[in-house]
């Protein structure tokens, strides 16, 4: 008799993207796994994934993509974990070491960068990924962090000085920026069913107690004040921008497209409206 394959999904292991997760593994036909954005990345392209929550540039990066209307990783305003770490004053930086995990966060970093550079008549910073080593270590006037570790370092005391590039976004364009979204492989349509999943996965891992519960569990993992961690998933962070989801990827495209960085002809399919 056919067995039907499951759906697989992939999803990022930081703390940022438990709430959109929450039971998926228990669905009935649904296999799930862990990796970074750029490895998630890498599987959805070749076929090796179904859906991912996976970096927004994807999107348009490259044709055929849907993503699910109803979820997402976005900010509005500052967002702790994507940071780029200053050696010299913003305006003066005129390198910068990207975190190889995430396309997303440095494609934002560099449209943000660019635009203010430019507001001061000067040319936007050098970006590349070290070839070696993290970000860090870069021979840099600054350097990318995303995710847990950037979490982790902007709340700590010798936190250096940074510029929030989230923050930057919405200051200039009055939107969430979405870090991430469920996308969809090419060809690949969902069932009512499946939404609901991801739809139910989201609902509970939003409610109050869920977010609580991860708040506590990062404030015990990492040593950091609870408060500092509620705040982070209960108001830095948002998982349905709703209405504001497709301007917000679609104003994205745009400001990367400006930098070669996506491609502008590109709006993909929306999944679950």
Known sequence: MHTARPLR?????YLVGRPLVDGLEREPGFELQFAVPARLVEQLRAGELDVALVSSIELFRRPGYGYLAGSAIAGQ????????F????VDQIESLALDPASRTAQALSQVMLARRAASFGRTPPRAFEPPRGSPEAAQADAWLAIGDPALVRSLSPDAPPWFNPSEAWS??????FV?????????LELS?????AFAGARLRGTAPAALE???????RRWNLPLESCRRYLAEECRYDPGRELA?????????????????PALEPRILGA
């Open 9 to 13: 999904v992939g999803a990022v292991p």
């Open 77 to 84: 305003g500052f967002v702790a974990s994507v940071q780029v």
């Open 86 to 89: 200053l050696r010299k004053p």
């Open 171 to 176: 200051t200039a364009f009055g939107l969430p």
């Open 179 to 187: 870090f991430a979204a469920w996308v969809v492989r090419e060809g």
């Open 192 to 196: 009512d069913g499946q939404l609901k």
């Open 213 to 219: 519960a991860l708040a506590a569990e990062g404030a």
């Open 247 to 263: 301007p917000a990827l679609l104003r994205f495209r745009d400001e990367a497209a400006r930098l070669s960085l996506a491609d």
